[in-house]
């Protein structure tokens, strides 16, 4: 189960540096002035004022300092009323050299919308303009200001302060003392950025379907951008069937505080296609508890969730970080899935440390979502071969490594359970106890870990041709418990077949000439095992490497001299007690009969399992010829025109804020834990004549790779 991503990627550029700061400063290098961001809106805000004349210098603890049409201006920051997922927005306070209070808000377009004074023609306007920016899938921020009366400043600071200063509930309180200022805001404007798919990332999740993998889309957007990017990315498709999933009631459902029943979750009629795709809001999530508290709600939890995994896709947009986590941890809880989340920004990063694998995607956003992942992708169309290639040779390498290791285990082990009917169970070992301790140490450790570590049953290009057989690890088809039990037997029968025909080969020995000693019969034994398990794992391996045969030769090297060195009579002559077996293996393996002996044990062991394995490589290669439509995964798809699919017929207040920082950074900067040094008072000249400039007499914006 793969919950998904934003599919918020970052963009075909990326910044000059290296990492970007959690905060946003101005970097001075000669002859340019280059920004860092938290967020790509703030950047090309900052940016785009620069270009009209209006340019950020440099800021402190305290102060911001612009060069505005020339003219060198410093604003006192009074105080930032911070961002989080619940207020979708950020404020500050800011006092103008000529002593006028401003305060400043940008956020989603709902928050903003609902704070505003009476509507009038710009919010009208505005409502348009973010109607066609979501058409054409861009992400989109409101910006409102107002004045503050000095009178009315000096009381909120002391609630403020109150607040800030409480040992309990500090958070809560914060945000009443915000919401009490964040009221009878003027509309500036709306802002709007490009947030473009990756190359390769419709690709990639068309081979993610075909692998059986859910791919669940989190997105902050608005339903119509969450919606277009589906089609633009081939999550969605023409032939899919798309439901709304809401509530009934007689009330507005963003106002409806009315409890979670079973009658009020909608599902809809007799299907008409196969496919279908459930698109989910942010304020659906809210009645949706990852706990059912009653039976009602469970009954309604249960419906939404059997009908979210029915569908072959899934869409949740305004949706907050907080939400994103809850939704990957309903899946994990109650469904028993496996989840992985991908992300780029620092407002994925609840859902990238809930799942069980989380993937951050280092670029524009910056290198959060990164810092708290398993693994760091460059770009999103890296996933297929984390996944469909590296992640199914992992998961064949396990298993071939832990069946080959209880065999192995078996095989050479059990035999003492065998000897211990003839040695009337005193506890005598059958090996010389230095075999026993080299035997998963030096002698068979190297061949399982090469094939561990190399193994592998088809290509990197025949596992992206075909992303079906990643089902195989989802099914669990090459190790259960049935693949243990086969393990057991098998080795237990080879144990079965090393001790019987050794003991009834050295039945007709005994007399004169004969060796029939029971250090012979351990070496004979020991011998025959080893080189059991060895064939075995030379059938084992489809993907010879020349580290592979390396690792079987050492293995036999190993075994020739260690038991060369243990078994030297000086040895025994200097600790008899620890040395037991003098000259055993040189007696034993010097004489035709035992060496027959050990021929004939091992290929009593190899040729069933050699029929079975050519038995069922025929039946497999019978079954594919059988269903030739099986193997055909490559079907040419037309181009999608990227346009809303959504007959808007009025203006709907949607949140597609576009924030990629997180909570706190107003506390880091009010801190001043983070800011950098002042830069020299020449390169913050106001007449920015240090800045190149275009025809036009704008600063160009910043190089960009």
């Known amino acids: 189960m793969l919950p998904g991503q934003t599919l918020q990627c970052p963009r075909a550029w990326e910044w000059t540096n290296q990492e970007l700061n959690p905060l946003f400063f101005p970097n001075h290098f000669p002859g340019q002035l280059i920004y860092q961001a938290a967020s790509p809106d703030e950047e090309a805000l900052v940016t785009a004022a620069r270009n009209f004349g209006y340019v950020f210098l440099s800021r402190t603890q305290d102060t911001i300092t612009t060069s505005e049409l020339g003219v060198k201006r410093t604003y006192q920051v009074l105080a930032m009323l911070d961002f989080n997922s619940v207020r979708k927005r950020m404020s500050v306070l800011l006092r103008d050299p000529e002593g006028t209070i401003h305060l400043y808000t940008k956020g989603a377009d709902t928050v903003i919308f609902e704070r505003l004074q009476d509507d009038g023609p710009i919010e009208i306007a505005t409502e348009k303009a973010l109607g066609a920016f979501a058409e054409e899938t861009l992400r989109t921020l409101c910006l409102a200001s107002k004045k503050v009366e000095e009178k009315v400043y000096k009381e909120w600071k002391k609630r403020h302060h109150a607040a800030s200063v409480l040992l309990q509930n500090r958070a809560q309180e914060l945000d009443k003392v915000y919401e009490e200022i964040e009221q009878d805001l003027q509309l500036l404007g709306a802002t ?133 986590a809850m939704i990957v941890q309903l899946v994990k809880k109650h469904k028993q899935a496996i989840t992985l989340a991908i992300g780029d920004g620092a407002n994925d990063i609840n859902m990238i440390k809930t799942a069980d694998i989380g993937v951050g995607i280092s670029g524009q956003e910056g290198m959060q979502a990164v810092q708290s992942s398993d693994y760091a992708l460059a770009q999103f169309s890296y996933l297929q071969r984390l996944l469909l290639v590296h992640g199914r040779w992992s998961y064949l390498r396990i298993c071939k490594f832990l069946r080959y290791f209880f065999y192995k285990t078996f095989a050479s082990m059990m035999v003492q359970i065998w000897f211990a009917f003839y040695s009337g169970f005193t506890a005598q070992p059958l090996y010389e106890a230095w075999f026993l301790a080299l035997y998963n140490v030096f002698y068979t450790a190297y061949p399982v870990l090469s094939m561990g570590l190399l193994e592998k049953d088809m290509s990197a290009p025949k596992c992206l041709e075909f992303p079906e057989q990643y089902c195989v690890g989802q099914k669990d088809q090459l190790f259960n418990y049935w693949v243990f039990f086969v393990a057991l037997v098998h080795g237990t029968a080879t144990s079965l077949v090393n001790f019987y025909v050794t003991l009834w080969a050295f039945e007709d020995m005994a007399g004169l000439g004969g060796i029939c000693d029971y250090q012979s019969f351990a070496v004979t034994v020991a011998t025959s095992a080893l080189l059991s398990v060895i064939v075995e794992i030379m059938m084992d391996i489809k993907f010879w490497t020349l580290l592979s045969a390396l690792a079987i030769t050492v293995s036999l090297l190993l075994f020739s001299l260690l038991s060369y060195v243990t078994q030297n009579f000086r040895a025994y002559r200097a600790a008899p007690s620890i040395f037991r077996f003098p000259f055993a293996n040189q007696n034993a393996l010097t004489d035709p009969y035992i060496l027959l002996v050990v021929l004939l044990t091992v290929a009593v062991n190899t040729i069933p399992s050699l029929t079975i394995r050519l038995l069922s490589q025929i039946i497999a290669t019978k079954s594919i010829h059988d269903k030739p439509q099986y193997w055909k995964t490559q079907k040419e798809t037309n181009n999608v025109e990227l346009r809303s699919h959504f007959c808007r017929n009025s203006l709907l207040r949607r949140s597609s804020y576009a924030f990629s920082h997180k909570e706190g950074y107003a506390d880091l900067i009010a801190r001043g834990a983070s800011l950098r040094k002042k830069a020299p008072a020449a390169s913050q000249s106001p007449d920015n004549s240090h800045l190149p400039t275009t025809t036009e007499g704008q600063s160009p914006q910043p190089e960009m790779k």
């Open 192 to 324: 709007a950025i490009e947030d473009k798919l990756q190359e390769g990332v419709p690709d990639t999740i068309h081979l993610l379907k075909k692998g059986n993998i859910k791919v669940w889309v989190l997105t902050g957007d608005k339903q119509e951008t969450a919606v277009n990017i589906g089609y633009a990315c081939r999550l969605l498709s023409d032939d899919m069937e798309m439901l709304d999933a809401y509530w009934e009631s007689n009330n507005n459902l963003s106002n409806s505080q009315e409890p979670l029943t079973r009658e009020k979750f909608c599902q809809p009629g007799p299907r008409r296609h196969n496919k279908m795709a459930l698109v989910v809001t942010g304020d659906f999530l809210v009645h949706i508890p990852v706990i059912p508290l009653n039976h009602d709600r469970l009954d309604a939890f249960e419906a939404f969730v059997d009908l979210a995994t029915q569908c072959q896709a899934v869409i949740c947009c305004r949706v907050t970080p907080k939400q994103k």
